[in-house]
T-cell receptor, first 112, second 112 residues
Framework: EAQVTQNPRYLITVTGKKLTVTCSQNMNHEYMSWYRQDPGLGLRQIYYSMNVEVTDKGDVPEGYKVSRKEKRNFPLILESPSPNQTSLYFC???????????FGDGTRLSIL | GQNIDQPTEMTATEGAIVQINCTYQ??????LFWYQQHAGEAPTFLSY????GLEEKGRFSSFLSRSKGYSYLLLKELQMKDSASYLC?????????????FGKGTHLIIQP
């Protein structure tokens, strides 16, 4: 089954404790993205990758890092999480420019 | 910059028809997407328009006018399961790293 898998689905942690949210896709897609979704603000792109070892900042990259060492994986790293990073996070992948995004099920992060 | 406007909330009756509008101002245009998102779940792809006109897919249709910077999503024979948020997303020449900007979404409430 074609899918984008994120882990964990839910996480409650404390300020400053490094965390990684994993994302993996099995569709051999070139493009992968991370978004955060907040009430009243909609989906905002954090980072984007168009292929292995190629990443670029989205609209809200501050406080986040990503890597793309393999085509299928695109982890999101919060080196020193802060409460304003409490949000619902989605990973997405797509094949080409005019193809739709396939989204993971989301990760709900709470930073205390 | 990129700007996408959608109504925040709409209410409609089961069995009726509803039209959700989206207007956009973007630097460049390379396609418009509509997604459906149930509360707490991932967005799922509904439709894609890149040329002017109407695209029909079963109960859902989407219309685009590039000269007016305008699109709408038409839902017919509404069912209770259509209660969800509907996201308009435009791929322009700027915005996020891959040029895809999401509107804040329209929360559609279906009443019996």
């Amino acid at each position: 089954e074609a899918q984008v898998t994120q882990n964990p689905r839910y996480l409650i942690t404390v300020t400053g404790k490094k965390l990684t949210v994993t994302c993996s896709q099995n569709m051999n897609h070139e493009y992968m993205s991370w978004y955060r979704q907040d009430p009243g603000l909609g989906l905002r792109q954090i980072y984007y990758s168009m292929n292995v070892e190629v990443t670029d900042k989205g609209d809200v990259p501050e406080g986040y890092k990503v890597s793309r060492k393999e085509k299928r994986n695109f982890p999101l790293i919060l080196e020193s999480p802060s409460p304003n990073q409490t949000s619902l996070y989605f990973c997405a992948s797509r094949a080409y420019t005019n193809q739709p995004q396939h989204f993971g099920d989301g990760t709900r992060l709470s930073i205390l | 910059g990129q700007n996408i406007d959608q109504p925040t909330e709409m209410t409609a009756t089961e069995g009726a028809i509803v039209q959700i509008n989206c207007t956009y101002q973007t630097s460049g245009f390379n396609g418009l997407f509509w997604y459906q998102q149930h509360a707490g779940e991932a967005p799922t792809f509904l439709s894609y328009n890149v040329l002017d006109g109407l695209e029909e897919k079963g109960r859902f249709s989407s219309f685009l006018s590039r000269s007016k910077g305008y699109s709408y999503l038409l839902l017919k024979e509404l069912q209770m399961k259509d209660s969800a948020s509907y996201l308009c997303a435009v791929r322009g020449g700027g915005g996020g790293a891959d040029g895809l900007t999401f509107g804040k979404g329209t929360h559609l409430i279906i009443q019996p």
